[in-house]
């Protein structure tokens, strides 16, 4: 079955850095772009950055521009998220998702908790 | 940018009917697709393209979309409906997706 298994995720402190991964199995990931969609306590979903079937083309929310990197191995059916100089405001639950379309998401990994604290 | 407005909460005994709104300037105009977010889960999609369901989603959750509304319509609520549920449309001017404020649904 479908399966987007995450990992990577902790507590750091601010100005730190992290990488997140998402093992992908169950689908053929090379025809799927991959999302990453946060959700901090208590509020809603938040687009965060997406990146196309090959890996070329790239997309990121102003938020994290710069400071964030997505990137994909479709060798290793895997998606990673490089976070450098982290912020309190990253606190959050990372998912990864997929779609066959940029525009909507047929499958979600499971989440993996980032808290950016002192 | 474009916003999408979602009512907070809905709360209801179970067998009667949830309405959930998504409002946006003109999103009849777009495709709507809809998430159901149970307590400690990930997101999954039920409604797609304003009105389409995944083979998993019960034929009780309807989508419409028209003017500047769109709705899920839950028939027959259940206990195990109770969710947030988002809106999300893809915001072309932009190029990415925007998602609702969420809708907490509470079956009494």
């Known amino acids: 079955q479908v399966q987007l298994v995450q990992s990577g995720g902790g507590w750091v402190k601010p100005g730190g850095s992290l990488r997140l991964s998402c093992e992908a199995s169950g689908f053929t990931f090379s025809d799927n772009y991959m999302t990453w969609i946060r959700q901090a306590p208590g509020k809603g979903l938040d687009w965060i950055s997406s990146i196309n079937t090959s890996g070329r083309d790239v997309r990121y929310a102003d938020s994290v521009r710069g400071r964030f990197t997505i990137s994909r191995d479709n060798t290793k059916n895997s998606l990673s998220l490089e976070m450098n100089n982290l912020r309190a405001d990253d606190t959050a639950v990372y998912y990864c998702?997929?779609?066959?379309?940029?525009?909507?998401?047929?499958?979600w990994g499971q989440g993996t908790l980032v808290t950016v604290s002192s | 940018s474009y916003v999408l407005t979602q009512s907070p909460s809905v709360s209801l005994a179970p067998g009667q009917t949830a309405t959930i709104t998504c409002g946006g300037n003109n999103i009849g105009s777009l495709s709507v697709h809809w998430y159901q977010q149970k307590p400690g889960q990930a997101p999954m999609i039920i409604v797609y393209?304003?009105?389409d369901r995944p083979s998993t989603t019960p034929e009780r959750f309807a989508g419409s979309n028209s003017g500047n509304t769109a709705t899920l319509t839950i028939s027959r609520v259940e206990p195990g409906d109770e969710a947030d549920y988002y809106c999300?449309?893809?915001?072309?001017?932009?190029?990415?997706?925007?998602f609702g404020g969420g809708t907490k649904l509470t079956v009494l």
């Open positions: 998702a997929a779609g066959l379309s940029i525009i909507l998401y047929d499958f």
């Open positions: 999300q449309v893809w915001d072309s001017s932009r190029n990415h997706p925007i």
């Open positions: 393209e304003n009105t």
